[in-house]
């Protein structure tokens, strides 16, 4: 499902317009990204938790050439499926 087909299924689910529905998932998934940006998390219950993970750094290999690389730590964006959703997938 891409961001427009969700945003037409919402808006048809509930009763606003379309324009409406767009300003209003925008807005959330900059509030989002906002709080990641900043180290937070955001959790809904029931549906899950959008995180900031830290994954530290490791050594590698480079499939071209076969030399061994080191790869530097990074903080990634995690989503932890919660109880509920897990249970209706």
Known sequence: MTKRE???K???S????????ERVVNAS???ITEELKNGGSVNFIGFGKFEVRTRQSR???NPRTK???K???KK????????????VI
Do not use: H, Y
Request: aromatic share 2%; net charge neutral; proline share 3%.
């Open 71 to 73: 790869i530097p730590a």
């Open 14 to 21: 509930a009763g606003v317009s379309k324009a409406e529905c």
């Open 59 to 61: 050594n590698g290999v």
């Open 10 to 12: 919402v808006a048809a």
């Open 6 to 8: 969700l945003m037409d």
């Open 67 to 69: 030399k061994a690389i």
């Open 76 to 87: 990634v964006a995690a989503f932890k499926a919660g109880k509920n959703l897990q249970e």
């Open 29 to 31: 998934i900059d509030t």
